[in-house]
């Protein structure tokens, strides 16, 4: 969608809590209940440590589904207190800001070379050039996935997210299951390697505690890789290329951040805010609940508009203006509660460092042409961003 914006006002202002047949889901729009409910324990991201399917009045998973369902399913993202805080608890050691900080001067290595790159050919698709290959390899070393295998990563993780969009189609299904395969195989084997040649990796640590006890099964292992490399670089790819695409728009911003980059760590946040690379996180309503007065039953499904919130006047002046210099801005985009983005240290990290690069080694970067977005409305990121030096 070329700018839900828009939509989103209209929505905030007349029916910030309603009911949308079409995805049979209720449609939240404002800051604050989207901030409230994200924090709320009596929803959940699933129903299933509460209620069977049938319980929950809910159609069972087709069966073709169940091999991706496997792996989803044992990601912390999908799962709910104490599973989850087990499993948070394990990997979240890998993420403390202090480990994170430790990995920019690598992270500022590889954008450099990947900048310099697209500056001796002229130019090029921002995207493929740097937008994508930083976060994955950053992901990926982290991890420890060896470098010939890093290009199967991109189109596994691509297959998956097809299933994150509203009704995803059968086709799209069948594409994920067979990415999800792919990759629990391809996983299961890195980390049985791992187990016995241990390296200073993150899939090596992870393997270690596989079995001991009741700590991490080896399906958790391959449910927590996968996620992490799916997570850990789609929206930062997106950020990058709504990012520069915003920052194309509004040159007066533009000039004023290559001015003084001492702006950027702000100027990161407010284009995460501006254009939000996430626009939609659904929660299961496992207690009935009331919300502006509007009674929601239990085992209904609640859409959290998050490109939304993060255009609320209330909490946000002049919303839909780009702001490098925003001083205010509790955007949304990382999320909020139990499940608050693990990665949010190292998306920052990465996402200055590529900015920073580029603004610094390629003060002249120009676009060449207006760029076309994705298709799906929840992961929003553009097809390219082609640009000249
Ligand atoms: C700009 C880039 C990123 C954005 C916008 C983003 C956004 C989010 C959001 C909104 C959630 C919560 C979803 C929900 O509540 O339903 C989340 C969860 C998560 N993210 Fe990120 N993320 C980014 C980058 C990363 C990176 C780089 C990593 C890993 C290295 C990562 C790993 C995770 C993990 C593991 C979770 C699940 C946490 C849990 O369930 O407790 N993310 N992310």
Redesign the pocket.
Known sequence: MAYPYEAYADLRENTPVTYFEPTDQWLIARYEDVNAL?RDRRLG?TYLHVATHQEFGREPDPEYLAPFWHVIRN???D?EPPD?TRL?RL?AKA?TPRMVESLRPRVQKIAEELVAGLLAAGGGDLIEAVAEPL?VTV?AE?LGVPEPDRHLLRPWSADICGMYELNPTREAGEKAVRACQEFSAYLRDLSRERRANPRDDLISALAQVVDSGDRLTEDELIGTCV??LN???E??VN?TGNGWWALFRNPDQLAKLRGDLSLLPGAIEEL?RYDT??QM?E?WVLEDIEVRGVRIPRGSEVALL?GSANHDPAVFADPDRLDVTRQDNPHI????????????P??RI??QCSFGTLLRKAPDLRLVREPEWKPGYIIRGLKELVVEV
């Open positions: 994200l991201r990601g912390m993202l799962m989850h948070r990997v993420f976060p992901i982290l996620l992490l997570a850990g670089h929206a930062t950020v995460m690379p996430l996180f929660r998050f985009s990382f999320g909020a509660g139990i499940h608050y983005c693990l990665g949010a190292l998306a990465e996402l």
